[in-house]
T-cell receptor, first 109, second 114 residues
Framework: DAKTTQPNSMESNEEEPVHLPCNHS???????IHWYRQLPSQGPEYVIHGLTSNVNNRMASMAIAEDRKSSTLILHRATLRDAAVYYC??????????FGDGTTLTVKP | DTEVTQTPKHLVMGMTNKKSLKCEQH?????MYWYKQKAKKPPELMFV???????INESVPSRFSPECPNSSLLNLHLHALQPEDSALYLC?????????????FGPGTRLTVT
């Protein structure tokens, strides 16, 4: 299974942008890149996903490298409620999805 | 309704007990999943059901027995568990075509095996 690599932790100041990187050098051509986040004592929550092009939604943006071996989740203005563990996941057609170890984001007021 | 519900929230069981975890969704999703999550670790996929049929079993020990009685319900039957099986058990659902569609997760059942 394709694996993802993320930094263990990152810090941000409130209302500043945050760029969360993910490396996935063994991604296959049909794998979608998904991002989820998990707040304490909750199940993971979907954030965004894409295949090749950069994507945006109301929560975040994702930039995908041209060779698809890395991606970056962008939170445009971090709030205290964005403090969570962010997981970068590759999803293949077989239904398997392998979570990376995740990045713990701390947002400072 | 974009909610996945799981019951019970907490469960303590002895190694000789038999118990079941329950998961329910009413979003019309035909793919449902069980994950296991140990403290400070990412979720690990256990089982995937697609159209109520088991499509993926990630070599999970037979003391965990999944069941999908209909398109809205997913159960996980537990028997003769070990203390190392203590974890948060997460259920999720999605539309079929798993690579494209997002998964919706429940809040989990925190299981303690004594």
């Amino acid at each position: 299974d394709a694996k993802t690599t993320q930094p263990n932790s990152m810090e941000s100041n409130e209302e500043e942008p945050v760029h969360l990187p993910c490396n996935h050098s063994t991604i296959s051509g049909t794998d979608y890149i998904h991002w989820y986040r998990q707040l304490p004592s909750q199940g993971p929550e979907y954030v965004i996903h894409g295949l090749t092009s950069n994507v945006n939604n109301r929560m975040a943006s994702m930039a995908i490298a041209e060779d698809r071996k890395s991606s970056t989740l962008i939170l445009h203005r971090a709030t205290l409620r964005d403090a969570a563990v962010y997981y970068c996941i590759l999803k293949g057609n077989a239904g398997k999805s392998t979570f990376g170890d995740g990045t713990t984001l701390t947002v400072k007021p | 309704d974009t909610e996945v519900t799981q019951t019970p929230k907490h469960l303590v069981m002895g190694m000789t007990n038999k118990k079941s975890l329950k998961c329910e969704q009413h979003m019309g999703h035909r793919a449902m999943y069980w994950y296991k999550q140990k403290a400070k670790k990412p979720p690990e996929l256990m089982f995937v059901y697609s159209y109520e049929k088991l499509s993926i079993n990630e070599s999970v020990p037979s003391r965990f027995s999944p069941e999908c009685p209909n398109s809205s319900l997913l159960n996980l039957h537990l028997h003769a568990l070990q203390p190392e099986d203590s974890a948060l058990y997460l259920c999720a659902s999605s539309q079929v075509g798993q690579s494209f569609y997002e998964q919706y997760f429940g809040p989990g059942t925190r299981l303690t095996v004594t």
